[in-house]
């Protein structure tokens, strides 16, 4: 156990749906890190929280968003999905930018 | 740019040989970090070693071992005596300035019996 909880693990949904994917960091992470594993764009940073705040946006679809609450936890919301969609997500979490660690991901399956 | 270059997509070898994965990187950051991590089939990300940018040492650790060098920009991943378990996609990843990862595409490593 990383330490990093992701929710769900799976998720199967209909094109033009949204979903709402889920991250605790580690105890103590104040950083939290998206990224999306496509086969035809391989892995790809997403979105960098800091302690409530964004810090850094990757290439991230103007459908998705993303927040991290007091709590420290986060949420990506993907919307109006595609096929194209369809990856694993993986969020990340870190003190200072260093000890990357990972969570074991969702695997985002749009039908 | 910033990027990583894993110019391997696949690697298929019989057990117990040796194998190296390449990585090549361009930055412009005096300052940065690598790093490798494996994915196995059940898809998590498993963190295998960070290099900051200042310390070209060769690292080994157990069957594996990393060779850094600068001055061509590589930082190359080898496994001696491999093994089945070690079956794999391995990924080369550079840190930014914003302590944002950037991959390499992976390298698929296939350990046969």
């Known amino acids: 156990d990383s330490g990093v909880t992701q929710t769900p693990k799976h998720l199967i949904t209909a094109t033009g749906q949204r979903v709402t994917l889920r991250c605790s960091p580690r105890?103590?992470?104040?950083?939290v890190y998206w990224y999306q594993q496509s086969l035809d764009q391989g892995l790809q940073f997403l979105i960098h929280?800091?302690?409530?705040?964004?810090?850094a946006k990757g290439n991230i679809l103007e459908r998705f968003s993303a927040q991290q609450f007091p709590d420290l936890h986060s949420e990506l919301n993907l919307s109006s999905l595609e096929l194209g969609d369809s990856a694993l997500y993986f969020c990340?979490?870190?003190?200072?930018?260093?000890?990357?660690?990972f969570g074991s991901g969702t695997r985002l399956t749009v039908v | 740019a910033q990027k990583v270059t894993q110019a391997q997509t696949e690697i298929s070898v019989v057990e117990k040989e040796d194998v190296t994965l390449d990585c090549v990187y361009e930055?412009?950051?005096?300052?940065?970090?690598l790093f490798w991590y494996k994915q196995p089939p059940s898809g998590e990300l498993v963190f295998l070693i960070r290099?900051?940018?200042?310390d070209e040492q060769n690292e080994i650790s157990g069957r594996y071992s990393w060779n850094f060098q600068k001055s061509t920009s590589s930082f190359n991943f080898t496994i001696t005596a491999s093994q089945v378990v070690d079956s794999a996609v391995y990924f080369c990843?550079?840190?930014?300035?914003?302590?944002?990862?950037?991959w390499g595409a992976g390298t698929k490593l296939i350990i046969k019996p």
């Open positions: 990340a979490s870190s003190v200072g930018g260093l000890g990357y660690t």
């Open positions: 105890s103590g992470d104040l950083s």
């Open positions: 929280y800091y302690n409530g705040e964004e810090r």
């Open positions: 930055t412009r950051d005096t300052t940065y970090y």
């Open positions: 290099r900051n940018s200042f």
């Open positions: 990843a550079l840190m930014d300035s914003n302590y944002q990862l950037i």
